[in-house]
């Protein structure tokens, strides 16, 4: 399952997961991906896992694959391959591209690339902070 990075202090904690050979590749996983059999190709989804039951949704058709108890959906939870150990042995192929999809390798450059766009919103941020603040001054001097 996928870390969330909404927070500085989110990219901060997996940053240091990649820092750390020795952290398990789930400390860095940033983006799930799985085989959707409705796609029929490999595809990003979010995983959703908890005691009543599991879903996964496929942002590439939007259906979510769930177990009948979570959340009752037309389709089946295990007609999306989110596990590489449960692909069939036709699917070698895609097996391999999903193992490399995955790999820690592939994550950092995800996660390099989530990095900048929060670092580009964070001064984004700034420079709006900063010319309202230029505002307010304008409106103290001329008071």
């Known amino acids: 399952m996928a870390v969330k990075l909404d ?3 989110d990219f901060l904690e997996v940053g240091k997961a990649f ?3 020795s952290s398990q590749l789930d400390q860095c996983t940033v983006e799930d991906f799985g085989f959707c059999t409705v796609c029929n190709k490999i595809t990003h ?3 959703d896992y908890g005691p009543e039951g599991c879903s996964k949704h496929c942002f590439e058709c939007h259906n979510t694959f769930s177990t009948e108890k979570y959340l009752p959906s037309k389709l089946d939870y295990d007609k999306y391959f989110g596990s590489l150990d449960r ?3 036709e699917l070698e192929e895609i097996s391999k591209k ?19 766009r929060k670092l580009q919103e964070k001064l984004n941020e700034r420079e709006k902070i900063q ?11 001329i008071g």
């Open 7 to 9: 927070t500085v202090k």
């Open 19 to 21: 820092e750390n050979i």
């Open 45 to 47: 989804y979010q995983g």
């Open 87 to 89: 692909l069939p042995q």
């Open 98 to 116: 999903l193992h490399e999809l995955r790999s820690r390798d592939h994550q950092q450059k995800i996660f390099c690339a989530l990095l900048t």
């Open 131 to 141: 010319l309202e603040i230029n505002d307010l001054y304008r409106i103290v001097l």
